[in-house]
């Protein structure tokens, strides 16, 4: 009876929006952000590094994830805005383990443009203490990371909003675009 007591208060918590309780990416907050390089679907580089002087939203999903789906509209959204471009916004979805195939028949089914990156033994999302997903990670123009936002529920919108604001309103430079 304690058992099934536990899992259905587990369950609650993660689907009441509370799972954010359980992010371990938290810890990460105002430490530099783990450096990585993996490949976008088109087979080019791209690490954390190149983008410094850029204020960058790493979004962790997987295409089988319900809740990423959800985000990846919001992710696409914020894409497509060239007002967050211009003052040095930079999005970058981070596959989790899947086919390229599988991805790429992803995005030509929804219409998603932003840039998707290859993590396809998981170890950049080991590096970001990424358990769940969608996990959304800011990282300011310094390389520090400024904001862990785990699930997508009521409100997260906001949170993210207002992260991506927060740090792009930082003094910095705006790195140059290559």
């Not at 850029?54 to 959800?70: G, Y």
């Not at 089914?109 to 990670?137: C, E, W």
């Not at 927060?166 to 705006?174: D, H, K, N, S």
Request: neutral net charge; aromatic residues 8%.
């Amino acid at each position: 009876m304690r058992t099934v007591a536990f899992v259905n208060v587990f369950l609650a918590i993660l689907l009441t929006g509370c799972a954010a309780a359980f992010d371990p990416s938290s810890s990460l907050v105002q430490k530099p952000a783990p450096d990585f390089s993996l490949e976008t679907l088109d087979g080019q580089k791209l690490s954390l590094s190149q983008l410094k002087g850029k204020v960058v939203m790493l979004d962790f999903f997987a295409t089988w994830c319900p809740s990423c789906r959800q985000s990846l509209v919001l992710v696409q959204k914020m894409a497509s805005r060239s007002d967050l471009a211009q003052r040095g916004l930079v999005i970058c979805a981070i596959n989790q383990r899947e086919d390229a195939r599988e991805i790429r028949a992803f995005l030509e089914q929804t219409h998603y443009t932003f840039t998707v990156l290859k993590d396809v033994d998981g170890n950049v999302a080991d590096s970001y203490s990424v358990k769940l997903f969608p996990t959304t990670i800011v990282v300011g123009r310094d390389g520090a990371v400024r904001s862990t936002i785990v699930s997508f529920q009521a409100g997260t919108k906001q949170q993210i909003d207002a992260a991506v604001e927060q740090a792009l309103a930082e003094p910095g430079e705006v790195a140059t675009a290559r």
